[in-house]
């Protein structure tokens, strides 16, 4: 039977000798056709007519497309594989290289590269990570990890086990938004493909100016704003460079102006829109209950006067300083619940009532500022639902502070003006612009 297996095995080699040689001989020819074409083309001889050449086709260096390769995190990714991953909750660097195949020592090297560059610690449960892995050998292997939007970290799980954070090219484009108000503000702008980012911080701008509670059905805004790219796709709204806001016949401008000690959103005369107080404790809130006299109390089933602003919104809604103060108050008190109180000065004094919790370091004693979050919408002490109760003293009178006129800042001063003057033409000639004008910059955010 071995001998029968040797005949099989010899015959089939000198049959498949006998083919590669056929083969061989062949290619040979095929060349030989082709280097002799060649050399009939470079000869070009004579008895060739002028009409004949003029027949032979040309064909243009750009008559077929280049192809680009996909370039992500700084390479050709159509010549890897790319597998994506989740990380559990739990799973540590090393975990995630051990998935890898890799070596104790190659971990070790690469967890003490990290060190000045990325603190590993701060991988978070449930985001993605890459493994990008050219060729059998694994010797071109790399993890990708993306903190945010705006930057990448490169873990190199071949060789060197080099650890990189690379910063993403951001470019700048300034835009121009224009909404009218069907039922919401926000609604008119997430509609036209806007980020709730762009809609806070429109409010930052003419939040002295407008309460954003009360907002009507055809009202009219336009923003000026920087709208930050990467790679072509729009990853966030930058500063507002200004607003406008219109109701029947009454317009605000909000300009954006920085020089010196000079910095915030003015009128068009420079005037400046901050005021002592916000109006409002909340974003994207609205009133429940008003400041009332003579309300019924819905938990007490009885007549109680209500020296508030009740502002409803979903349980844990951060609550803001109206105003610059010290903490006088932040504790829980029977029907108020968790509440906080504000003194901002000799004169004006507010509370906030109902926090499911308080801010880190709200206590008495301690200096918040406007806009700073304190504590965060709950229901505690006698309340329906989720909402705060805002009041507001003024000379040691509650009273309603939606129909307070209070003291407008100081506007710019005269020699302020022929610097601030461009800037509100500027602006102004941007609102007239229904689409993106003008790229500013490349930068990193």
Partial sequence: MNHQTDESTSEQTSRTGGAFKWIKKAALGVAALAIGFAAYQLAEPDYISASAKDAVPTIELGAFPIIKPTMRWGFAIDTFTVTEYKISGGQSLSDMLMARQLSQEAIQAIVKNTEGIFDFRLLQAGKSYNILNHGPSGEQMYMVYEPSVYEYVLFSLGSDYKVERIQREVDTQVETGHFVVESTLWEAMVGQGHSYELADRLEDALKWSIDFHRIQENDEFKVVFENKYIEGKSVGAGKVEGAYHKRSDKEVYAVYYENGE????????????????????????????????????????RRRAHLGTDYAAPHGTEILAVGDGVVSQAHYSGGNGNFVRIKHDKVYETQ????????????????????????????????????????????????????????QAKPLPESEMPLFKPVKDAFLEKLKAEKPVEAVKKSNP
């Avoid at 910095?263 to 609205?286: I, Q, V």
């Avoid at 370091?361 to 309340?383: E, F, K, M, N, W």
Wanted: charged content about 20%; overall charge positive.
């Fill in 352 to 407: 906030y009532l109902h926090m499911s919790r308080f801010a880190k370091g709200i206590r008495p004693g301690t200096r918040v500022s406007q806009g700073q979050v304190i504590g965060y919408v709950g229901s505690t002490g006698l309340a329906t639902g989720p909402h705060v109760c805002f009041r507001f003293w003024k000379n040691g009178q509650q009273v309603d502070h939606l129909r307070l006129d209070l003291p």
């Fill in 262 to 301: 000079h910095k915030g959103y003015y009128d068009l005369e420079g005037r400046p829109l901050k005021t002592a107080f916000l109006k409002a404790p909340l974003r994207f809130s609205r009133i429940s209950s008003r400041y009332n006299l003579n309300r019924f109390h819905p938990v007490l089933k």
